[in-house]
């Protein structure tokens, strides 16, 4: 069955940065999409970004475009959200999904905090 294991969540601090990964198994991951979003406390889920299977391809909310960058390893079944100049906005749990534009499969998310 599909799995997305989310890792690379922590604390961080404001204009610090982290690293997210997902790594997938249970589908052929070089032919879907992968996308990232996240749910801050409160609050409801929020898009943040995704990548067709074709890696030159990417997507970005404008919260974090040119802060953020999503990329893959096929060879490594695993998606990246590289995050950087971290504001306490974004604070949230983050989690990848399988697909760019529908959604089919949720990891079960890691925990970013941005605090000081």
């Known amino acids: 069955q599909v799995q997305l294991v989310e890792s690379g969540g922590g604390l961080a601090q404001p204009g610090g940065s982290l690293r997210l990964s997902c790594a997938a198994s249970?589908?052929?991951?070089?032919?879907?999409?992968m996308s990232w979003a996240r749910q801050a406390p409160g609050k409801g889920l929020e898009w943040v970004s995704s990548?067709?299977?074709?890696?030159?391809?990417?997507y970005y909310a404008d919260s974090v475009k040119g802060r953020f960058t999503i990329s893959r390893d096929n060879a490594k079944n695993t998606v990246y959200l590289q995050m950087n100049s971290l504001e306490p906005e974004n604070t949230a749990l983050y989690y990848c999904?399988?697909?760019?534009?529908?959604?089919?499969?949720w990891g079960q998310g890691t925990q970013v905090t941005v605090s000081s």
């Open positions: 990548m067709d299977n074709d890696v030159s391809v990417t």
């Open positions: 999904g399988r697909g760019s534009l529908n959604i089919m499969d």
């Open positions: 249970g589908f052929t991951f070089s032919s879907y999409g």
